[in-house]
């Protein structure tokens, strides 16, 4: 492998070629437009084109194509060729500052929540500038925004975009209140962790339900597990060894700034974790991440399983976000600073955040929901479905003194008054890396431990830039009108730590007692999908993203049945895979087998050798051979009674309420006839092969 410093990001447009390859005045007018949101020139359009055309054309890239994420949250292309006709057939290289800024490809086939009909086949794409252009398999990537002729969005990015425009204008009026008038700006950041599984691709293709659905619909449990613990950080294996460089090298080539890897708690599960950067160049490095990890995977012998929880019996996989705010001056608003002045800042957006998510935990647990993660965050896993902050001991005891207006017992005697030289340094670091809780404070930053891991994170970003935006807004409005800033500061703070303290939970988040103690709080317990996604739609949730023109109420009901049209195809596929497995694998394995013993039992009663032990469990095999085959029999009738799709939730909740539960009863029955039949008369392979076999 080449040296890091030599490939990294030698397959992007960045701003090292950028200052190369254009003029002084382009490459000032282009970084005007990235660093402060200004319009973009046609002309400077055109002469970036040229150079991004030339660029490309030197690294052998023949296309190009406007790289969008549409709402089903993978990533879409249309290649179009560099040529244009000239006479006598030949061609020319050609692209201009127009087919730079804008595209347009066909909808019809995409995801659209009833925001365009299916007759209405365009869409329009729009260059993002502030994420540099790739190139991948020959082909010239430019990130794009995606929306319809009225200007609805139609992907992932736009709301992104609109979210982090509505962040910075509310903390850069907070900053300005503090004298920081030099901020003009403030960028979310984001570092992504990444989890996933490997298993051997020969196994994998013997498996149906790993081929159509990514997770295993059937499989008991291995005689070992994660119990000891010994996988966790553990050496990593030869064969994972070489898939993680080469895959390293392949992000690194693509700017992508992978920095750590490891084994993950679960047999064959593995982490990969970036720097962080800007938020929105994290969501398409991200889904870079994905589709690379896949790729490589393959040339290795491998598949990456992305599913949140391909196995059961062991932990699933998730993403960490982990978020902060950086001004332009390159401060992180949630570091605690040096002084009192920045700890009195510091403690503003921190209690900003605080209030955003108690306030909007029902849009952060929406941001997150799908099927495959209802099966980590609705059971005993890290995390769980009930939002709460983890903001660690010591800063925890720091806002109760504020609250209570007491002395601070981790320094000497002091006033708690804020804004003044007697507030106490706020330590940079007072956290545990805490497991258990969806939203930790670690330093500097949150970590949002709920994302799934296939997920985009867009969602859980827009909702988080968006919901922190409208606590700074309030707080903004307030403070600007207040004759005494300090005195206002100082009291709209401990208001605020009083009405909020409800979302604040140190301890375990799996224990009983702390889903006890949240219904007492009053926090939402949302554990399905169906549940969750309802809250896009909510009133107080549709003035919120329309206040700050984040999403309209017509782009919120479309991601709401989206995400219900989504739950109910995933588990109908899921359940017709399950129901093909146990008709043309499963049942006749087992009668294979049960003939086996038959005759063997007949055999030796024959000779005159009794097997009262082979008897029992032939007895056994035919009594959960029928179990299965009128379990399966039930989810065929449910599901031939399935309501139309016309309905998204209707569809959704019927295949939650009675698919699900046929659906497990029907895994129950094979999984108790798998430990009993011979190894290798069984259809496909077990957990013992899938997750210890590399």
């Known amino acids: 492998m080449a040296l890091t410093e030599e490939v990294f990001g030698i397959n992007v447009f960045n701003d090292a070629v950028m200052r190369q390859r254009l003029p002084k005045e382009t490459y000032r007018a282009l970084h005007a437009t990235i660093d402060n949101g200004l319009q973009l020139d046609p002309q400077v359009a055109s002469v970036v ?22 709402l089903n949250s993978v990533t879409a292309e249309k290649h179009d060729a560099f040529i244009s006709p000239l006479p006598g057939g030949r061609v020319i290289s050609e692209f201009s500052g127009r087919e730079l800024v804008r595209g347009e490809a066909d909808a ?53 975009l609109r979210s982090m425009e509505a962040l910075s204008s509310q903390a850069v009026r907070v900053l300005h209140l503090f004298g920081r008038t030099d901020a003009v700006r403030v960028t979310p950041t984001v570092g992504p962790e990444q989890e996933y599984f490997l298993v051997d691709r020969t196994l994998f293709d013997q498996r149906s339900d790993l081929i159509f659905t990514g997770r295993t619909l059937f499989g008991a449990k291995a005689p070992k597990g994660q119990e000891l613990g010994d996988h966790f950080f553990g050496t990593i294996p030869s064969r994972v060894q070489a898939f993680m460089a080469e895959l390293n090298e392949e992000l690194w080539k693509l700017g992508v700034l992978a920095k ?74 949630l570091d605690p600073g ?45 995390p769980p479905a009930i939002i709460s902050i983890f903001l660690g001991d010591e800063l925890t005891e720091i806002l109760e003194s504020l ?35 969806p939203f930790a404070f670690t330093g500097n930053k949150f970590e949002f ?79 399905s999908t169906v549940d969750s996604l309802l809250c896009y739609t909510a009133a107080k949730n549709i003035t919120l993203f329309e206040t700050h023109r984040v999403l309209s109420a017509a782009e919120l009901r479309s991601r709401r049945d989206i995400g219900l049209d989504a739950y109910a195809k995933i588990l109908n596929i899921e359940a017709e895979t399950m129901l093909m497995m146990v008709r043309r694998q499963i049942l006749p394995a087992v009668i294979r087998y049960s003939g086996e013993l038959s005759s063997s039992l007949l055999k030796a009663k024959e ?70 039949t011979d190894q290798d008369i069984w259809p496909f392979p077990t957990y013992d092969r899938l997750l210890f076999s590399i």
């Open 403 to 437: 609250e209570a207006g007491k002395d601070y017992s981790g320094r000497e005697k002091t006033d708690m008054a804020i804004g003044v030289q007697v507030l106490p340094k706020i330590p940079k670091d007072t956290t545990d890396r805490y497991r258990t809780s």
């Open 607 to 676: 000779a005159g050798c009794p097997m009262p032990v082979c008897s029992g469990l032939l007895r056994s095999l035919n009594s959960q051979t029928e179990d299965l085959l009128r379990a399966s029999e039930t989810l065929g009738q449910i599901l031939s009674s399935r309501l139309s799709d016309s309905d998204p939730l209707a569809a959704a909740a019927y295949m939650h309420d009675r698919i699900l539960p046929a659906m497990r009863e029907v895994r129950r029955c094979a999984d108790a006839l798998e430990v009993m």
């Open 449 to 527: 431990r709920s994302l799934g891991s296939a997920a985009s994170i867009s969602d859980a970003n827009v909702v988080l830039n968006t919901i922190v935006a409208e606590s700074l807004r309030l707080f903004a409005d307030e403070l600007e009108k207040a004759p005494d800033f300090r005195l206002a500061l100082h009291e709209l703070i401990v208001r605020e730590i009083r009405q909020h303290r409800r979302i604040l939970f140190n301890g375990n988040n799996y224990a009983d007692e702390w889903v006890q103690e949240a219904a007492r709080r009053g926090l939402n317990r949302l554990e």
């Open 260 to 333: 750590t890897e490891h084994n993950e708690t679960a047999p064959a599960q593995h982490e990969m974790a970036p720097i962080y950067t800007i938020v929105n160049v994290a969501c398409d490095h991200n889904q870079l991440t994905m589709e690379m990890m896949k790729k490589v995977a393959k040339k290795h012998g491998l598949v990456c399983l992305l599913h949140e929880k391909p196995f059961a019996g062991v932990n699933g996989s998730g993403k960490h976000n982990n978020w902060s705010m950086v001004s332009n001056t390159g401060y992180n608003l």
């Open 108 to 160: 019809s086939s995409l995801p659209s929540g009833g925001l365009r009909s299916t007759f209405e086949a365009r869409g329009y794409t729009a260059w993002d500038p502030t994420s540099y252009a790739f190139i991948k398999d020959h082909i010239l990537c430019i990130p794009t925004a995606y929306c319809s002729y009225g200007g609805e969005a139609l992907d992932k990015k736009t709301p992104l």
């Open 338 to 382: 040096d002084s009192p002045h920045e700890s009195a800042q510091f403690l503003l957006f921190l209690v900003a955040v605080i209030k955003a998510v108690d306030d909007y935990q029902d849009l952060l647990r929406a941001s997150v929901a799908s099927a495959g993660n209802d099966h980590r965050l609705g059971g005993c896993e890290a």
């Open 49 to 70: 084109a040229n150079a991004m055309k030339d660029w490309a054309l030197e690294k052998g890239a023949t296309h190009y194509t406007h790289w969008f994420q549409p």
